[in-house]
């Protein structure tokens, strides 16, 4: 299979034919556009005509063109577009990702005159503001529901989410159109955020008597990333991922086993870092988004 160019349709034809071709789905490495770049399908038992088709209802949802002759349509639309409606995938990620480094940089600001003056107002202002906790929502800072999504003191921490969301976001972005990825972006951070609240602020001390919990505050984009990857997985479950960069697992797999380990995390989640609750939410939100949304068009599709 020969490497897609930067506009093909690369969502549910490939899909589509992965579901009824033993073959599966294939990707290659190092191409524009993502860390992993899908690759067109060869004409199979459906016909190029069947694939053209099923592509040009997929773009009349995406209201996007993404390379059939079909699509071209929507370049020249008369109705007046949005901001949203004319972002690029590309542009689309990479605000998300510099808006995540500027609040990293707000953090280590933070944490200088804190640790340099002594001065301890910008890191609560920043605690109150940019990291959920049950205390943060019972006093009424609802916007903390999203800025989580945005907000890193680990360096690491930052590379890791910022990786994963480079390598999956921009061919999502495309598939869903940077509007409609936005809206799911911070969808999972809100239903990864509100679970991840809930235990550790009414479940957590009735089920231990532990009410620190309440004011444990957890922060980053882990709750949008992992609704990103199962999203991807439920698409794409049998492409190859690379674990730690060395051990190929399918989609499915990886992701099953990231959830398990996320629910080890909750049960101890006195002695872990990260909040497994939270990314479980994320989870919850990838896999309504697909079963709900996008898996009753790709059944009318066929």
């Known amino acids: 299979q020969a490497p897609a160019k930067q506009g093909s349709i690369r969502g549910l034809a490939s899909f589509i ?14 191409q524009p556009g993502g860390m992993l770049q899908a690759c067109r399908p060869q004409p199979g038992a459906n016909g190029p005509r069947g694939q053209q088709t099923r592509g040009a209802r997929w773009e009349n949802y995406t209201k996007a063109n993404y390379g059939s002759q079909r699509g071209n349509r929507y370049r020249n639309n008369d109705h007046k577009q949005s901001f949203f409606d004319r972002l690029k995938p590309e542009t689309t990620i990479y605000a998300i990702i510099a808006l995540n480094g500027a609040v990293f940089l707000v953090w280590q600001s933070a944490k200088g005159r804190a640790n340099s003056f002594g001065d301890y107002g910008l890191v609560n202002w920043m605690v109150k503001n940019f990291s959920i906790m049950w205390v943060n929502l019972s006093e009424g800072r609802l916007w903390t529901l999203i800025t989580p999504a945005f907000s890193h003191i680990d360096p690491m921490h930052l590379f890791i989410n910022m990786f994963v969301l480079y390598s999956f976001g921009i061919d999502l972005a495309r598939l869903l159109t940077p509007k409609r990825f936005l809206k799911f972006y911070l969808g999972a951070a809100i239903c990864g955020n509100v679970i991840s609240a809930v235990v550790r602020g009414i479940v957590m001390p ?19 990333v992992v609704g990103i990857t199962t999203l991807f997985a439920c698409l794409y479950p049998n492409a190859t991922l690379m674990l730690f960069m060395v051990v190929p697992v399918p989609a499915w797999l990886a992701t ?43 059944r009318r599709m066929r």
């Open 17 to 30: 034919k992965s579901r009824t071709s033993s073959k599966g789905f294939s990707f290659a490495h190092g």
């Open 206 to 224: 009735i089920s231990t008597g532990n009410h620190s919990t309440k004011a444990q505050p957890s922060l980053g984009a882990s709750t949008s």
């Open 256 to 298: 099953v086993g990231f959830i398990g380990w996320d629910m080890i995390n909750v049960v101890r989640s006195s002695n872990s870092k990260a909040d497994g609750a939270g990314h479980l939410g994320g989870a919850a939100a990838g896999a309504a988004y697909y079963w709900f949304k996008l898996r009753p068009l790709i």
